[in-house]
T-cell receptor, first 116, second 115 residues
Framework: AQSVAQPEDQVNVAEGNPLTVKCTYSVSGNPYLFWYVQYPNRGLQFLLKYITGDNLVKGSYGFEAEFNKSQTSFHLKKPSALVSDSALYFCAVRDEASGGSYIPTFGRGTSLIVHP | DTAVSQTPKYLVTQMGNDKSIKCEQNLGHDTMYWYKQDSKKFLKIMFSYNNKELIINETVPNRFSPKSPDKAHLNLHINSLELGDSAVYFC??????????????FGAGSRLTVL
């Protein structure tokens, strides 16, 4: 079984400050991990993914995420937040051991608000 | 050129009516999905089709029926609409149903309001 948790409904950060959006996961095998972003009245857009290899993954718009196997976490980070980063962020996981079920499970989403 | 397009974008209808939402993708993907996003923004998988065959059918009322005439299209038909069906419905597609690291491309969503 696969599951993902985003413990924060909302994250507030001042423009120019670093941001972190948290995600933890649970899988039986190895995880495939994803971050998506949803701007108001839009569909989800892919930011980055982790499959294997380097624990630090770089993605779109200056975002990166760090895979930590011991803490089963995949937190999204950005060194300097922009007001335009304000959006809803979804973490998703797919268990490599789930066989034919390739559907990723999405977290409940974290609303990121960047204040000017 | 929109990669995953859904129509209509907005749909307001009365309880008991039947409605359809259409989805088309021009990415050449093999797999298509329908997700429901509720008022709290929770995203739930409803259906998944791979090469026109139903792969995943989560716990969804029988009033919801997906139809995939070809790999590029996955339409959602809803019978006897209820108030609780009000939500935003997202269509998505990805390449290769058997690969776990596939990235989903989402449509812009169809906001259904049942009065």
């Amino acid at each position: 079984a696969q599951s993902v948790a985003q413990p924060e409904d909302q994250v507030n950060v001042a423009e120019g400050n670093p941001l972190t959006v948290k995600c933890t996961y649970s899988v039986s095998g190895n995880p495939y991990l994803f971050w998506y972003v949803q701007y108001p009245n839009r569909g989800l857009q892919f930011l980055l993914k982790y499959i294997t290899g380097d624990n630090l993954v770089k993605g779109s718009y200056g975002f990166e995420a760090e895979f930590n196997k011991s803490q089963t976490s995949f937190h999204l980070k950005k060194p300097s937040a922009l007001v335009s980063d304000s959006a809803l962020y979804f973490c998703a996981v797919r268990d490599e051991a789930s066989g034919g079920s390739y559907i990723p499970t999405f977290g409940r989403g974290t609303s990121l608000i960047v204040h000017p | 050129d929109t990669a995953v397009s859904q129509t209509p974008k907005y749909l307001v209808t009365q309880m008991g009516n039947d409605k359809s939402i259409k989805c088309e993708q021009n990415l050449g993907h093999d797999t298509m999905y329908w997700y429901k996003q509720d008022s709290k923004k929770f995203l739930k998988i409803m259906f998944s089709y791979n090469n026109k065959e139903l792969i995943i059918n989560e716990t969804v009322p029988n009033r919801f029926s997906p139809k995939s005439p070809d790999k590029a299209h996955l339409n959602l038909h809803i019978n006897s609409l209820e108030l609780g069906d009000s939500a935003v419905y997202f269509c998505a597609s990805s390449r290769g149903g058997g690969s776990g690291a596939n990235v989903l491309t989402f449509g812009a969503g169809s906001r259904l309001t049942v009065l």
